[in-house]
Nanobody, 119 residues
Framework: QVQLVESGGGLVQPGGSLRLSCAAS????????MGWYRQAPGKQRELVAQ???????NYADSLKGRFTISRDNAKNTVYLQMNSLKPEDTAVYLC?????????????WGQGTQVTVSS
């Protein structure tokens, strides 16, 4: 089994910054793509950013330039640096990872961390 635990969410004023972390633990042979998604109330879950094991990145077009995804493979951790936050960034942010584990490869999700952007 693999567990993903997010941290770093909270309340921030518009224009502020937050850094989210997501640590994977359990029976892990290799972590392939890791990513962040978000879901606002009444809206569908949407991709924020992804990063491959080779550090290739992919971002939602609307977030390029404000959000940066990175990972530390030694720590099985992915980060999301969020700058110039806007009220519309308010959502639950969820971590996702495609992991080679036992008995096979699978996608795993964290429980999510709330990000609220408000004055």
């Amino acid at each position: 089994q693999v567990q993903l635990v997010e941290s770093g969410g909270g309340l921030v004023q518009p224009g502020g910054s937050l850094r989210l972390s997501c640590a994977a633990s359990g029976t892990i042979f290799k972590i392939y793509t890791m990513g962040w998604y978000r879901q606002a109330p009444g809206k569908q879950r949407e991709l924020v950013a992804q990063i491959t094991s080779g550090n290739n990145t992919n971002y939602a077009d609307s977030l390029k330039g404000r959000f940066t995804i990175s990972r530390d493979n030694a720590k099985n951790t992915v980060y999301l640096q969020m700058n110039s936050l806007k009220p519309e960034d308010t959502a639950v942010y969820l971590c996702n990872a495609h992991v080679a584990s036992w008995p096979g490869n699978n996608d795993y999700w964290g429980q999510g961390t709330q990000v609220t952007v408000s004055s």
